[in-house]
DNA sequence: GTGTATATTGAATTTAAATTCAACGAATAC
DNA sequence: GTATTCGTTGAATTTAAATTCAATATACAC
């Protein structure tokens, strides 16, 4: 393995390593200590992988946000065209809910891009995360699925963010160590359903 | 006025204008100078009425605590009893997203108490904001619905933890200022509802 | 094998923000 | 109207945490 390959590795193992305390503690709790600590190494070596804290965190972001948009674009061409939009979002959550066990750092990703939307946290980062936006393409869908009859009246956009509004909550509830495995994700989807 | 009742009220307003800070950048983007100058005061006066800034934060949940349990004793008693299950829990939430904007403080509140349950809060005002339960509250508002044969089926309390997650989500988008007055409390009920 | 560059450490420094404090002003008591 | 207590200020101090740095170790190039 080569130098760069490594440092490029140890930088992914930083970021992983952060995005779980991120989570777990907090942005302002975790101290770059305690991410040096997880990861196994001194406090001074952080800063020759990242710039600073709040760099740090805004490069977990860029990393989310690549990863949306790979994932958004892979489910744009795919499943989108084939599977009518109930099933489609419905698969969302179900996939999501199971990550919360499998695989939590995609289940962390997905919480951390929603807690730095909002506000309270380092502009930088809150700037980065607004770029993703899952509002447009989810209102894209709920439109389809109102066409079809299957999905309630009412503004797609607003339905969109309230839709995923609630999910972040849910979302955060579990990050938080609630055990909420038993949900069923059709809670969610009746937000949506006409009836 | 005597002197005791302007420290109170001095108190109070300080108590309240930390609230909105708070929600609106996040309590570690919140410096006590900035409190100070919202509140029109020194710095170093913000400690004679408060300990320290993790005090603040307290007593700011203290005052969400007691609000919660006069709100909830009192919602016990009356109307409770007389309306139907998804009559109240949906005039609880028309009557929560009219705050956001005629009271913005109540509002508030209500998403303080629930950002400070979770993680990444100084401990102590996080304890405090988790003795308030309205969980249990709740979930016995959705068995009696259940009963009733109005709403879904599933584990009362889950259900209530979900419900009150996606509330909670929502409030949060409206904190971060986005304009959601057009939410309908109907598509968050249809999350109880059956069918 | 020698030299150069990169990785690593942990203690020293800096920094931003909380907190303290000495001094002044205003209200109340007597 | 003087004394005493409480309210108030803003600059000085402390503190916790981020950040830098000089020193050392390790890997790579030649």
């Known amino acids: 393995m080569t130098r760069k390959e490594q440092k490029e590795e140890r930088r992914k193992a930083i ?3 952060a995005l779980n305390l991120f989570v777990e503690k907090g942005y ?3 101290k770059i200590t305690d991410i040096a600590q997880a990861a196994s190494m001194s406090t001074g070596l952080m800063f020759h992988y990242f710039e600073s804290k709040e760099e740090l965190l805004l490069e977990v972001v860029k990393m989310g946000a690549q990863g949306t948009k790979a994932l ?3 489910a744009d061409s795919d ?3 084939d599977l009518p939009p109930d099933v489609y979002l419905k698969s969302f959550l179900t996939q999501m809910f199971q990550y919360a066990n499998e695989q939590p750092w995609v ?3 997905f919480v951390l891009m929603g807690q730095v939307r909002r506000a ?3 502009e930088k980062a809150r700037e980065a995360a607004r770029q993703v936006d899952s509002i447009e393409f989810t209102a894209k869908i709920i439109r389809k699925g109102q066409k079809q009859g299957i999905f309630r009246k009412g503004d797609p956009k607003l339905l969109a963010t309230c839709f995923w509004a609630s999910v972040q909550g849910i979302m955060e509830e579990m990050a938080a160590g609630k055990d909420l495995r ?3 994700p059709e809670w969610l989807m009746a937000m949506l359903r006409k009836e």
Chains 1, 2 share one sequence.
């Open 15 to 17: 970021l992983m390593t």
């Open 28 to 30: 302002y709790e975790t």
């Open 72 to 74: 958004s674009s892979g």
């Open 79 to 81: 499943k989108m065209k």
């Open 107 to 109: 289940f962390n990703m």
């Open 120 to 122: 309270g946290m380092p």
């Open 182 to 184: 038993d949900i069923d």
